[in-house]
């Protein structure tokens, strides 16, 4: 069986993405072929009101791909994703974590905010934390609404994470007999390991999207998050977020008691990895040493076993190396590949894998000297964008 599943890549991996990246591991140990396709360019950077049209129209952009999509048997996506291949024979299964149906019913106005939190909003707004009390409309989210409800009607089959999509999607007119609830699942290591012991004083950590707008505010619970962070003001409080407002950053080391908090951490913190055998250790270490960069370059090279390195690779944003065991290890993990081969095997030999997710460096002549800085950082935001 070979299935289509319509879900991207990101440069730092979200939780969204690492959901469906479980997803496709687990499909293709029954055996199934899953390739992954998803848009590369948006159509239009639209007025606030059109967003949700615009987001239709970039994965109708996947029509692009249909000659390839429609050679799979089946042609997964989330939500209304897979929309434009409704119409063909192919099976269709809709994947709904949550419904926008759901998060319109469950994000009230300020107004309707309870009497603890509504102060919180009204004093963020006051400081100048946020532009306005709710959205100017919701007509973005009723365009999804309505486009979600289509795909949900007309899907082979739908997979919702949880009773409550489940019931969001009957209360929408779907027929039950269509929804199979398969809850959310997280990586298997996490079983492996013994518990942690329980430590005798307990932080409040919190880890997460807080969101961009008076909207998602509401739907990520702000209000409520620091509510609870104000109910314990002596005890200490981490904070691992994703914001594009710096004022919010601000306001809450300002305001929140005993609070550390990370906030977008920059690319350049991203760390880079160093492998190799025993024998590469020195020039590792030479490298990182004459780095400017060297405080995020961690030196593993000759520490790894092959099962420690394959996961590595997995968990890694973008893998750059020659073409030797480690690349086709990387390749096997679905990664990313920058390969860098000499020019006498660069048609015998090529990472195994959808064209889209390497680049082949080949050499210019019989050393990798001649392949330059800027066709590395090229390929690299080639892969990364």
């Not at 390929?379 to 964008?385: D, F, I, P, Q």
Request: glycine residues 4%.
């Amino acid at each position: 069986m070979k299935v289509a599943f319509i879900h991207g890549d990101k440069k730092v991996k979200t939780g969204a993405n690492y959901i469906n990246n479980l997803i496709a591991d687990k499909l293709k140990v029954k055996g199934v072929k899953v390739r992954d396709f998803y848009p590369t360019v948006k159509l239009f950077d639209p007025p606030f009101h059109l967003k949700g049209l615009s987001n239709i129209l970039f994965f109708y952009s996947l029509l692009e791909h249909r000659y390839d999509i429609l050679k799979y048997d089946i042609i997964h996506g989330t939500t209304y994703t897979p929309l434009p291949f409704l119409t063909y024979k192919i099976p269709v299964v809709s994947h709904f974590g949550s419904t926008t149906y759901g998060m319109l019913v469950n994000t009230p106005l300020a107004i309707n905010l309870c009497k603890e939190t509504k102060s919180i909003w009204y004093q963020l707004k006051k400081d100048n934390v946020i532009n306005e009390l709710n959205i100017r409309t919701r007509k973005p989210q009723r365009d999804i609404i309505d486009i979600e409800h289509y795909v949900a009607l007309r899907a082979t089959a739908i997979i919702a994470t949880s009773k409550k999509v489940h019931d969001e999607l009957v209360n929408q007119g779907v027929t039950s007999e269509k929804i199979t609830i398969i809850h959310n699942a997280i990586e298997d290591y996490w079983f492996k390991e013994p518990p942690i012991k329980q430590i005798e004083e307990p932080k409040i950590v919190y880890i997460g999207r807080l969101g961009s707008d008076a909207f998602t505010y509401k739907l990520k619970g702000l209000d409520r998050l620091i509510y609870i962070y104000n109910a314990f003001p002596n005890s200490h409080k981490i904070m691992i977020s994703i914001t594009s407002n710096s004022k919010l950053a601000e306001w809450l080391k300002l305001n929140i008691n005993n609070l550390t908090l990370f906030s977008n951490l920059n690319k350049n913190k991203i760390p880079i990895i160093l492998i190799g055998s025993k024998g590469d250790i020195a020039l590792c270490n030479e490298i990182k040493n004459n780095s400017s960069n060297s405080n995020n370059i961690i030196n593993l090279a000759g520490k790894t076993s092959l099962r420690e390195l394959a996961a590595i690779m997995k968990l890694s944003s973008l893998v750059i190396g020659v073409d030797s065991g480690p690349i086709h290890i990387a390749s096997s993990q679905n990664a990313k590949i920058i390969d860098l081969i000499n020019k006498r095997f660069a048609r015998c030999w090529y990472p195994w894998m959808p064209k889209e997710r390497y680049v082949l460096l080949s050499s210019k002549n019989s050393s990798l000297d001649s392949i330059s800085l800027e066709e590395i950082e090229s390929a690299a935001e080639k892969l990364l964008k």
